[in-house]
């Protein structure tokens, strides 16, 4: 029997599986966010859990998690690394920089 590639092949799988651990922030609140980071943490069993964003969504991501820090601090999450960077793009002619926040918590 021909094996197809289907979205439910094993390559597919490690490849969502790495990437589950990644929360992005935006316009939804707060708690949904917070929610998803203990989500990862309580019941998928990762390891780490990187929240990044960028432009005015940053304050949102250190409230994050500062506030899934607090929550999960009997299960021994701390903040392990943050980066920052700036992204340079142009639009309408015109030059334009937009900062950008990985803030990875761990175990």
Known sequence: MEEKNTPWSKK???DKK???NVIFIGEKPLVNYIRGVM?????????EVIIK????FISKAVDVAEVSKRSLE???IIIKNITTSSES???????????SMHIVLGR
């Open 39 to 47: 989500t990862q943490f309580n019941r998928h069993g990762a390891e």
């Open 18 to 20: 790495e990437s589950d």
């Open 74 to 76: 009997k299960q021994g």
């Open 12 to 14: 597919e799988n490690i």
């Open 89 to 99: 793009f142009e639009v309408q002619g015109k030059q334009t920089n937009i900062s």
């Open 53 to 56: 964003s960028r432009g005015k």
